[in-house]
């Protein structure tokens, strides 16, 4: 349903027929309370209007199925906001930080996307501070593993590997601790507010973050505290693994392939989890990343 479509809807329901279908929404029986939420949900984006002051209710069933359907619409409207956005950019070059939150968005619609790039940038004063950029570019790296490791605590979830949160970038930060790639989005967007020449590498299996320079080229483990390798260690791991070593395994992904990257890994984690809405919203997402 279109939004003006829903709209008009809105505008022809009365006050006192939207106070009748927000009382009968605690009904105690469950086929009463689903079809209101289907009635609710047929009005769009409007009703999260209606809910809003439901959502602090006294009545704890009203106050959870309130703040459901406020959910549910959120997302909704996530969703369409970033498979818009994977539609409209042309080309590879395009803005992975806001890609990626809304991303984040799909799941989390509340996310507050300008405090979370603000601690962003808090992290990056911090670093300026502690990093002598002169010094040889593996002790610039150290300095950063230190603080983002040690200091601040974030680590690869290898008890709940598949857990959907550890792809979502808020939820990242919040818990400090995602997958390998999500954890090279914190590295990543952290080392462009520095001016560092990192990039994307979407090794099959694992991927990592490759700083180079006139000098020096070293590749970045973030899953694994990030941890320094060179171009030997993962030419290594690729040809112990099934995949094989191609040049073009190693080389920088662009801000689309990287995208396609995230949602192509959080689609086998929903297919892993047997979540089929889940996984048919990532398809879709993949299908417009790809064209």
């Known amino acids: 349903m279109s939004s003006s479509v829903a709209t008009e809807k809105s505008q022809a329901l009365s006050e006192s027929q939207r106070t009748a279908l927000i009382k009968l929404l605690a009904d105690e029986d469950p086929a009463v309370y689903h079809l209101v939420r289907k009635k609710i949900l047929s009005y769009g984006q409007t009703a999260i209007l ?86 040889k570019p593996d002790q610039i790296l150290s300095a950063i593993n230190q603080y983002l490791f040690s200091g601040l605590g974030f680590r690869g979830n290898e008890e709940n590997y598949y857990e959907p949160e550890n792809s979502y970038l808020n939820r990242v930060i919040d818990r400090r601790t995602g ?53 030997n260690d993962c030419v290594k791991y690729l040809v112990q693994t099934s995949y094989g070593y191609q040049e073009g395994l190693l080389t920088p992904a662009t801000p689309r392939r990287i995208l396609l990257r995230m949602c192509s890994t959080l689609h086998q984690i929903y297919l892993h989890l047997k979540l089929p809405d889940e996984t048919a919203r990532l398809q879709r997402y993949i299908v417009a990343l790809a064209k």
Not at 65 to 73: K, M, P, T, V
Not at 77 to 106: I, K, M, P, V, Y
Not at 190 to 202: F, Y
Not at 215 to 230: C, H, M, Q, S, V
């Open 50 to 135: 209606w809910m809003q002051p439901h959502v602090l209710s006294s009545d704890p069933v009203l106050r959870r199925r309130a703040q459901e359907i406020s959910d549910h619409l959120g997302r909704q409207s996530a969703d369409n906001r970033f498979l818009a956005f994977c539609l409209s950019q042309h080309g590879e070059d395009l803005d992975l930080e806001q890609g990626t939150w809304l991303l984040a968005q799909t799941r989390h619609p509340d996310t507050n996307v300008a405090a979370y790039q603000a601690l962003f940038d808090s992290y990056a004063g911090d670093l300026r501070e502690r990093i002598d950029f002169t010094s």
């Open 179 to 231: 997958n390998p790639i999500s954890l090279c989005m914190v590295y990543l967007f952290l080392s462009r507010r520095l001016h560092l020449p990192v990039t994307g590498i979407r090794m099959p299996g694992h991927f990592l973050c490759r700083f180079q320079c006139s000098t020096d080229e070293l590749y970045i483990d973030a899953f694994n505290r990030g941890k320094l390798l060179t171009k």
